[in-house]
């Protein structure tokens, strides 16, 4: 921990880190520099205590939030990536804390001490450089910070809402009441299509592939429906732009420009997908273009490809099964009709 001086702590100060209080506990303690109206406050003695807890544990006492938010912040990767992620939406902490199943006042400790960003939410270069982190990090064996750099860059850019659907289809948790409650037709069925879009939402902006490659993908671009157009867009990204922060420069980010529906249905985003389709520069047959992408990708980012074809044949099965007992309805109604007539 380096931030030791006045200017480093300035709120001012571009270069100052999320976790600046315990820098310049640390450095207070170390040094034994005395207390700076300035920029020590409350929470900067509270930090200050904790470092010295940590020395000499059964001589300072600390309220339990304090001590649960310093066992969050060296914990499991999981719990510690979904709460900075929640804390870069625009809810306030009591609705992170009913989020993340964690008492407010652990919440409110976890971001004075150890990710204080929610006074620059407006500066994007800082949240960017600072709370989320350059560019996606792309290297096999490097799933959790994949996940933690995709989750705060949703969680920033698009919004809580989806974030939250994002989260539980990569935890396999249960989707927010509010898409439940929009599937009408098939709830199953469109539960299992919502859920393979977003793993292929999610495969097309962590895939391994090399840079010019990703260059298509960027921008919130249209998401894959079936995994043979993620082949198609992965092998058909131009190689003349620029690879760029997968997030849009403003705020109206809405479920139409990832090219997903509010309630889940896929139909009102096709003419998005029909916009925003990448043009090809040489035409080759399909199979020759799945083949090129499974050769030199075969882990689509967080996901593997034998998980991704498990969950189409999955959809498919279902699909074919509700069409099939659709039809059949349907000709027994008929039936009824006739001989009613």
Not at 116 to 130: A, N
Not at 276 to 285: C, D, H, V
Request: glycine share 4%; with cysteine; aromatic share 6%.
């Amino acid at each position: 921990m380096a931030t030791s001086s006045i200017f480093d702590c300035l709120p001012c100060n571009f270069f100052r880190p999320p976790d600046w209080r315990m820098r310049r506990a640390t450095a207070r303690a170390t040094s034994g520099e005395l207390a700076d109206p300035r920029v020590d406050d409350r929470w900067v003695e509270t930090a200050q205590r904790l470092v010295m807890s940590l020395d000499a544990p059964t001589q300072n006492s600390l309220p339990e939030a304090v001590r649960a938010a310093y066992d969050l912040s060296r914990a499991s990767e999981l719990p510690r990536q979904l709460l900075e992620a929640q804390l870069l939406t625009p809810r306030t902490h009591a609705e992170v804390a009913s989020v993340c199943s964690l008492p407010e006042d652990v919440v409110e400790a976890f971001h004075e001490l150890f990710f204080d960003v929610r006074p620059k939410l407006r500066y994007r270069d800082w949240i960017q450089h600072w709370a989320i982190g350059g560019a996606i990090p792309l290297a096999s064996g490097r799933e959790g910070e994949q996940r933690a750099w995709l989750w705060k860059s949703l969680a920033y850019n698009a919004g809580h809402h989806i974030l939250d659907r994002v989260v539980a289809v990569m935890l396999n948790r249960p989707l927010p009441d509010r898409l439940r409650t929009s599937f009408r037709t098939s709830p199953v069925l469109e539960e299992r299509r919502l859920r393979l879009k977003t793993k292929l939402f999610v495969a097309a902006r962590t895939a391994e592939i090399e840079s010019h490659a990703r260059a298509s993908l960027t921008r919130f671009g249209p998401v894959p429906t079936t995994i043979d157009e993620l082949y198609t867009m992965l092998d058909s990204a131009p190689a003349n732009k620029r690879l760029a922060s997968p997030v849009p420069e403003d705020d109206s980010v809405s479920w139409e420009k990832l090219g997903l529906s509010a309630t889940g249905d896929d139909t009102g985003s096709r003419d998005q997908q029909a916009q925003n389709k990448p043009k090809r520069s040489t035409r080759r047959p399909k199979s020759q273009a799945t083949a090129a992408v499974k050769t030199s990708a075969t882990r689509l980012g967080i996901y593997s490809l034998e998980a991704l074809e498990a969950d189409a044949q999955a959809l498919q099965t279902e699909t074919l099964k509700f069409n099939k007992d659709r039809q059949t309805a349907r000709l027994s109604a008929s039936v009824w009709d006739c001989l009613a007539g």
